[in-house]
């Protein structure tokens, strides 16, 4: 049975990318276990900014030996890459994905999209590298909410540079 988890990079200051998108002050030049990770992953949930700023930073979809679902207000159907769903059909689509499924879903997204996840208590692992750089202002990890939940450290992880990995998970009972 997979399990939905949060892999993402933010800046010290809380930060996951400048106003306008850029992430030019993420450092790029070591892996930080994304690719023991990304093959841990059968299913890619994007946020629907997250999945057009793709297009604008590389010219080949990174996800194509993956499943996609992009989560949209606007957007229905399907395209080349992924397929579109709506906020309301998250929780019965990550059920289902998680039975189905030995390996995990990823999301992939901003604020907006892990806030979904968060309100419907939908991430069981949350996988957040920490850069040492501050950036001032920006597009936060999480916006503010009603919602509290208790996580246990499961793993820190120390990076020469200076770069933090660290894993929770849910607090069991």
Same mark, same amino acid.
């Given at each position: 049975?997979? #399990?939905?988890?949060?892999?993402?990079?933010?800046?010290?200051? /809380?930060?996951?990318?400048?106003? !306008?998108?850029?992430? +030019?002050?993420?450092? *790029? +030049?070591? +892996?930080?276990?994304?690719?023991?990770?990304?093959?841990?992953?059968?299913?890619? &949930?994007? @946020?629907? #900014?997250?999945?057009?700023?793709? %297009?604008?930073?590389?010219? !080949?979809?990174?996800?194509?030996?993956?499943? &996609?679902?992009? &989560?949209?207000?606007?957007?229905? /159907?399907?395209? *080349?890459?992924?397929?579109?769903?709506?906020?309301?059909?998250?929780?019965?689509?990550?059920?289902? $994905? #998680?039975? *189905?499924? !030995?390996?995990?879903?990823?999301?992939? =997204?901003?604020?907006?999209?892990?806030?979904? %996840?968060?309100?419907?208590?939908?991430?069981?692992? %949350?996988?957040?590298?920490?850069?040492?750089?501050?950036? =001032?202002? @920006?597009?936060?990890? %999480?916006?503010?909410? +009603? &919602?509290?939940?208790?996580?246990?450290?499961?793993?820190?992880?120390?990076?020469? *540079? @200076?770069?933090?990995? $660290?894993?929770?998970? #849910?607090?069991?009972?």
């Amino acid at each position: 049975m997979g #399990k939905v988890v949060l892999f993402i990079a933010m800046s010290l200051d /809380g930060y996951i990318a400048r106003e !306008n998108g850029e992430i +030019d002050w993420l450092w *790029d +030049d070591n +892996d930080y276990g994304y690719e023991k990770f990304y093959n841990t992953i059968d299913t890619v &949930v994007l @946020g629907r #900014k997250t999945y057009e700023q793709i %297009f604008k930073l590389t010219e !080949n979809f990174p996800y194509r030996q993956k499943d &996609v679902y992009v &989560v949209s207000n606007i957007q229905e /159907g399907s395209d *080349d890459y992924a397929t579109f769903i709506q906020p309301e059909q998250i929780r019965p689509l990550m059920n289902l $994905l #998680k039975k *189905d499924q !030995n390996k995990n879903i990823w999301i992939v =997204g901003g604020a907006q999209l892990i806030h979904h %996840f968060i309100k419907r208590d939908l991430i069981d692992e %949350f996988q957040i590298a920490i850069q040492p750089t501050l950036i =001032g202002k @920006g597009i936060p990890l %999480f916006h503010e909410n +009603d &919602v509290e939940a208790q996580l246990e450290l499961h793993e820190a992880k120390p990076y020469a *540079d @200076g770069m933090l990995v $660290l894993t929770y998970r #849910k607090r069991q009972g």
